[in-house]
């Protein structure tokens, strides 16, 4: 154990110059500065001769030192986590209280002072006490609270501890967790219906006791934590909204490197070709670094032939972007769209899928959250244009308001025609890109679109340029088909398409690629890996008697038979008899025919007798009697007789 108490006669031994060297010089000491006033620092000694003990926490730190160098059994309590938490708590104190700390550091500095000044201890705790009406014990116990603590630092540890009323009501174990189960559900039931239940079961299941309503509310504030109770409410979207939104910065990229899209359904009511009514659906892309709207097209919904077009209108005006971020809906997922893509999590994946538009053209595809307005900034875009389309006088009367329950007083008095509310769509796009005082980081003042074409004119921007064949990919659909046999003429939305090259395809699935509203163009056939195969034409049904087109088609055919001649002929280039003579020689001479060791029986009236001995009459009709009774006895065996038998 390290030694913290010592006597008078241990503490005259230390040698300093400073420090009393004799047992009667050190009590004059203790006396001035009033060491046995320290209860829990000056202690009686036990054993004979009684007197008192010191902590070493009451000594100079030169003279602790000096024991430490001496005997090196003091152990001097650190200060420095201490230190730390008295100011932790000074912190969290309200000012009043931290009023209180420096109240009490001005009185106790002024007892160090005077005691600095010549004044013994004991006489400065006496007159300051005097002075202030301050009891000594109070002082006395403020100045022991300084000990090892560097001046800076007394502030801190003078700060009061008393931690207020923590007084809490007592209140029935079971009554409150039901309570807590009732209130904190996202039906949000009033705090006082809760209450009214809880205390009527109460009543019933002879809980008590039972604090009143205001008591439990501000208890329940106190225990449960405030974002707890707003997820238990309100739920995770008011919940997330506790915790910062994350900033992005969207000056790493330059213009057309990466762009966002998504769908908005608008508040409006307009009238389609067909003379329906309903509410139309603009899908639109944004370049991510200016916030400029790059293409849009207005649909009945979000699906995939809008995307396939939004995204060739992009391409066709101002590039291939690097990066899309895309949520995972039903039409971005498409594989017309993202077909192959390995992060794309939605409809099964198939080997034989198309090669999606996005993937063919290099484009890395990036799934974002829906509706969350961090991930695609296009969201902040939509609630701008929702106010200057939805709300523009040429759609009074066809705003149909942005809830079931915010319908204004002339709901569905109005249809815009589509091709009017398209115009206007396209007229607030523009407006909305040169719309100047842009507070955007990447902006600074100017307009989307000035901050767009500011990029493009740097040298360091480049920006992919889409080829003719590429543009094959938005303009046509792409679809998994497979050529029939023998032909490998191709059917698709009950038309039938062909060209020569299908023939080395028959039988083998295909993807095509086709405009929808212009099937009768043609098609255009690629392999499953995306390479080209041809352009097929559409094969009109004729009438059955219609001669003009017989004779076409004859002709048509003869022409075809015709050139696939002159492809056999290209490839062969040797004749049939000169194939022949390439043949090798065969020998014609018979082989000498193998001795057989087995020899057949010769039977019929008309064979020639061969020569040889006399024939045996006995034996010729014993060999009769056993041929006819084997003719006469199917499915018999005849043992044969042993010579002497016969």
């Known amino acids: 154990m390290l030694k913290e108490w010592f006597e008078v006669s241990e503490l005259a031994g230390v040698q ?97 002072t005077m005691h600095r000044g010549g004044m013994s201890k004991t006489h400065a705790v006496a007159f300051v006490s005097m002075e202030t009406g301050i009891g000594r014990a109070t002082l006395w116990n403020w100045e022991k609270l300084t000990h090892g603590f560097a001046r800076e630092d007394w502030l801190a540890v003078l700060a009061p501890k008393n931690p207020g009323r923590t007084a809490t009501a007592e209140c029935h174990p079971s009554a409150y967790e039901m309570l807590k ?83 908005h359904k608008f508040d409006v009511f307009v009238k389609w070709e067909d003379g329906s009514i309903g509410r139309p659906l603009m899908l639109a892309l944004q370049d991510l670094y200016s916030g400029t709207m790059l293409a849009h097209r207005v649909q009945r919904s979000e699906n995939k032939d809008a995307v396939r077009l939004a995204i060739g209108d992009m391409v066709e005006s101002f590039g291939i972007p690097d990066h899309m971020y895309l949520d995972n809906g039903r039409g971005f997922a498409s594989k017309w769209i993202t077909g192959r893509m390995k992060n794309r999590f939605r409809f099964k994946v198939k080997d034989e899928d198309p090669s999606g538009i996005l993937h063919t053209l290099g484009v890395e595809v990036h799934w974002t959250t829906p509706y969350s307005g961090q991930s695609k900034p296009i969201e902040r875009a939509f609630r701008d244009l929702c106010e200057e389309i939805a709300r523009h006088p040429k759609c009074a009367g066809a705003y149909t308001g942005n809830s079931p329950m915010a319908k204004p007083e002339n709901y569905g008095s109005k249809a815009i025609p589509i091709a009017e509310f398209e115009q206007l769509v396209a007229e607030q796009i523009v ?35 889409a080829s003719e064949a590429q543009r094959r990919l938005w303009l046509m659909a792409a679809e998994g088909v497979k050529s029939r046999k023998p032909s490998g003429e191709i059917h698709l939305n009950g038309n039938r398409y062909w060209a020569p090259s299908l023939v080395d395809h028959m039988g083998q699935k295909v993807i095509v690629r086709f405009d929808p509203d212009n099937l009768h163009d043609g098609i255009f056939v690629y392999r499953l890996d995306g390479s080209f195969v041809c352009a097929a034409e559409c094969i009109e049904a004729v009438g059955f008697n219609d001669t003009n087109a017989a004779r ?40 000498a025919m193998p001795e057989q060791r087995v020899v057949r029986l010769a039977v019929g009236q008309d064979r020639p007798v061969p020569d040889g001995p006399a024939w045996d009459e006995e034996a010729s009709e014993s060999f009769g009697r056993a041929m006819a009774a084997m003719s006469n006895s199917s499915n018999r065996v005849v043992p044969f007789q042993s010579g002497a038998d016969s």
């Open 16 to 112: 300093l110059a400073d420090w009393p060297n004799t047992e009667r010089g050190l009590n004059t000491l203790i006396e001035r500065e009033g060491w046995r006033n320290h209860g829990e620092r000056c202690r009686e000694r036990d054993g004979q001769g009684g007197g008192f003990e010191y902590h070493v926490s009451l000594l100079p730190a030169s003279v602790q030192a000096k024991l430490l160098a001496q005997s090196g059994a003091i152990r001097i309590k650190e200060k420095g986590a201490a230190t730390s938490e008295s100011w932790r708590h000074y912190e969290c104190l309200s000012e009043k209280k931290k009023q209180d700390a420096k109240d009490r550091l001005s009185v106790v500095a002024r007892i160090d």
């Open 181 to 263: 189960a009732d209130y904190l559900r996202l039906e949000k039931p009033g705090f006082a219906a809760c209450y009214r239940r809880m205390k009527e079961t109460a009543e019933a299941q002879g809980w008590e006791p039972i604090p009143s309503q205001k008591t439990l509310k501000r208890r329940i504030e106190r225990d449960v934590p405030r974002g707890a109770i707003v997820l238990s409410r309100e739920g995770k979207d008011a919940a997330k909204q506790l915790y910062p939104a994350q900033t992005r910065d969207r000056s790493v990229f330059h213009a057309m490197e990466a762009a966002n899209a998504d769908g």
């Open 431 to 465: 407006r909305h890109n040169n719309r100047e005082g842009r507070r955007a980081a990447c902006c600074n003042g100017r307009s989307f679109m000035q901050t767009f074409q500011a990029s493009l004119e740097d040298p360091s921007t480049l920006v992919r340029t």
């Open 552 to 591: 076409e088609h004859a002709r048509n055919r003869r022409t075809y038979l015709k050139a696939l001649r002159e492809a056999r002929d290209l490839e062969v280039s040797l004749g049939i008899d000169e194939v022949a003579n390439l043949l090798p020689k065969i020998e014609t001479e018979p082989e």
